[in-house]
């Protein structure tokens, strides 16, 4: 997994906590990464390492969204 760390603001500033995540697939509809951390208004960053079990091309791809758009 990667180290995640959730702040409580839209800047990836201030109160923070942190857990591994396992998987990065979330759908966030109906409430926030974690207690303490609220549905809107929050950042998200991940660090670690992936390993790639093949060569070849790879495509990584995320979609955000601000809240109301």
């Given at each position: 997994?990667?180290?995640?760390?959730?702040?409580?603001?839209?800047?990836?500033?201030?109160?923070?906590?942190?857990?591994?995540?396992?998987?990065?697939?979330?759908d966030w509809k109906s409430g926030g990464p974690m207690d303490g951390i609220g549905p809107d208004n929050f950042s998200a960053r991940w660090l670690g390492q992936l390993a790639i079990p093949v060569?070849?091309?790879?495509t990584f791809r995320t979609v955000s969204k601000t809240p109301g758009m």
């Open positions: 997994g990667l180290q995640a760390t959730y702040y409580r603001s839209r800047n990836l500033e201030g109160e923070s906590k942190t857990r591994n995540d396992p998987n990065i697939d979330f060569g070849g091309k790879y």
